[in-house]
């Protein structure tokens, strides 16, 4: 499932300034870990 994920000011220099990223995953776990795996370092 994809889901947008809010990026907060402070932290959208490790998005490329993005202010949202979809990411995929059905858990809370699984979608930190695509956003880890598309933001290294957030």
Do not use: F, R, Y
């Not at 947008?4 to 809370?28: F, H, M, R, S, Y």
Request: aromatic share 0%.
């Amino acid at each position: 499932m994809a889901v947008k994920v809010l990026i907060p000011t402070p932290l959208q220099k490790l998005t490329n300034d993005q202010a949202t990223v979809e990411c995929n995953g059905e858990t809370i776990s699984a979608l930190l870990e695509s956003l880890e795996a598309s933001c290294p370092g957030i």
